[in-house]
């Protein structure tokens, strides 16, 4: 992992809207325990789950709780700047790095008005054709305003850079691609599960069961597939898994399509299965994908944000349009119908995973930190 010159350790504190088990909250730990070098905090808003912060304190990373940052709550908001603000003065950071919109929106402010240099991390792109108009046009004039106040704006794809930036968010100069790290070893190697639903083909989505991730459209195209050799998995917990599976029972898909709530063990799952789908109506760069690629599977994914970075269309699988059923049961039934296709499909998602490590990830964002910070100090001292 990387490390630093001997001295004092910068302390840098890392703020995220809700510290649950999903991507941006995994690429936020992973963040603090590969660098090596720093002093790190870690404050979250009102939602979080108990096993992460436990994680994080068993490693030496304290945590911070602020109740009234919350997920699009515009009344909480202001209060929730002040407070941090008052936080981030008392400890006397060299560093605040933001991740999710709420928090980067409200941690940026904070970090402003205080003197500290901030980064904001995009882990995925919050305007979406299934959100509403009118908070899809609140969210991007709050991402210009608060642009300014930003030193570096990291994403883990170019694709959401251009987007961000054709959008009027930010400069040129502003942006760092760093793509999101995984342990391509664990995946590579797993054994794969054996006690997994159902028979046949495996189709497998991994994400939290929340609007936005295509679970309706997933549904859709496995009910239009008509196969009596095929299992979908759909891993993941979330507020969306009753109404899922409420929809599973009325198509009378029950015996085709399982949910198996939060794993630990996603890589010998991914081991065990054929293809990976992710019909996502908004994404960043999904780990999901790239655990799925260093799995050695083909992918069947929606043509948005960093996944074509990712998926190269007829290499390694598949790109269908966001909200379309039948591409999506089209592709899934292509490779369910060739095995050599599978085959030669995952061979090229391995090849590729390996961009995608953890190792490069904190080795690009600790270049990220150090030239943000020797920046300030040039300002300061200018």
Do not use: W
Not at 26 to 38: C, H, M, P, R, S
Not at 208 to 218: A, N
Not at 276 to 291: D, K, N, Q
């Amino acid at each position: 992992m990387s490390s630093r010159d001997a001295g004092d350790e910068p302390r840098v504190f890392h703020l995220i809207t809700r510290l649950l088990k999903g991507g941006a909250e995994a690429k936020t730990i992973q963040t603090v325990f590969g660098l090596e070098g720093y002093d790190f905090t870690v404050g979250h808003g009102a939602a979080y789950d108990e096993s992460q912060t436990r994680r994080l304190h068993d490693r030496g990373v304290g945590t911070r709780r602020f109740p009234l940052l919350r997920h699009y709550n515009p009344v909480t908001a202001v209060p929730a700047v002040a407070t941090i603000a008052r936080y981030l003065r008392r400890q006397n950071f060299d560093l605040v790095h933001t991740h999710s919109t709420e928090a980067g929106i409200v941690g940026r402010i904070a970090a402003r008005s205080v003197g500290v240099p901030v980064i904001h991390t995009v882990h995925g792109v919050p305007f979406a054709e299934d959100r509403n108009d009118l908070l899809n046009r609140f969210v991007l004039a709050c991402e210009r305003q608060v642009a300014p106040m930003t030193d570096c704006i990291v994403t883990n794809a170019d694709a959401i850079a251009e987007d961000y930036l054709d959008r009027g968010i930010g400069c040129p100069d502003q942006y760092r691609t760093v793509y999101s790290g995984i342990d391509v070893e664990q995946f590579s190697t797993a054994d794969p599960a054996t006690d997994l639903p159902g028979e046949g083909l495996r189709v497998t989505m991994v994400g939290r069961l929340v609007e936005g991730k295509g679970l309706g459209v997933l549904l859709e195209a496995v009910d239009a597939l008509d196969r009596t050799d095929l299992t979908v998995s759909v891993v993941g917990e979330g507020p969306e898994r009753e109404a899922f599976e409420a929809d599973v029972r009325k198509r009378g898909l029950d015996g085709v399509v399982h949910t198996l709530g939060y794993r630990e063990d996603v890589d010998r799952i991914l081991a065990a299965s054929d293809v990976f789908v992710l019909p996502s109506f908004r994404e960043g760069t999904p780990r999901v994908i790239t655990e799925a690629m260093a799995s050695g599977l083909p992918i069947v994914a929606t043509d948005i944000a960093g996944i074509p970075e990712q998926v190269t269309d007829g290499e390694n699988g598949y790109l269908v349009p966001t909200g379309d059923p039948d591409a999506l049961a089209d592709r899934l039934g292509r490779l369910l119908a060739d095995a050599e296709r599978r085959a030669q499909f995952g061979d090229s998602s391995r090849d590729r995973a390996e961009q995608f490590s953890i190792e490069s990830m904190v080795e690009d964002l600790d270049a990220v930190y150090l030239g943000t910070m020797r920046e300030s100090r040039r300002s300061r001292r200018a």
